[in-house]
């Protein structure tokens, strides 16, 4: 049982490390395009919470439950709220796809570039040798 709390916090620590180092290289690819893209995440989810809860008030109006006095004001502004949260929450979603695919082609050249660089470094006479084994 020890061992396998063991196992389990040695892979949580090397999943918290790889994330840390994608995070690092993320926001070492760019500063901007991990912050927005970070922000766009956390917008979509919460905006599509303010949906709810003003459909749940609209609903609530038709339905006269509601503590309004002036209901053909209110639904009205919470019609028009409902109107501007779904627009600001589709752009975002279109602008969440372009931030993605414009960090992932700098990511990408970043990690090619990377791979380039240790192959650079590598020792190639190992390699051009037949008797050289890895063992």
Not at 12 to 27: G, K, N
Not at 65 to 70: A, E, H, K, L, T
Request: aromatic share 10%.
């Amino acid at each position: 049982m020890h061992k396998e709390i063991k196992k389990k916090v040695a892979s949580l620590s090397e999943l918290y490390s790889a994330f840390r180092w994608c995070l690092s290289l993320s926001w070492g690819t760019s500063r901007l395009y991990t912050a927005l893209r970070i922000l766009a995440e956390a917008l979509t989810p919460a905006l599509s919470i303010v949906i709810t809860f003003i459909g749940k008030n609209v609903i609530d109006l038709l339905a006269g439950q509601s503590i309004y006095v002036n209901v053909e004001k209110m639904l009205l502004f919470l019609l028009g709220s409902l109107f501007v949260a779904i627009v600001i929450r589709s752009s975002s979603q279109k602008l969440m796809q372009y931030f993605r695919t414009m960090h992932e082609d700098m990511m990408d050249a970043r990690i090619a570039a990377m791979i380039m660089d240790n192959a650079l470094k590598a020792d190639l006479e190992y390699f051009d040798n037949p008797d050289f084994t890895i063992r």
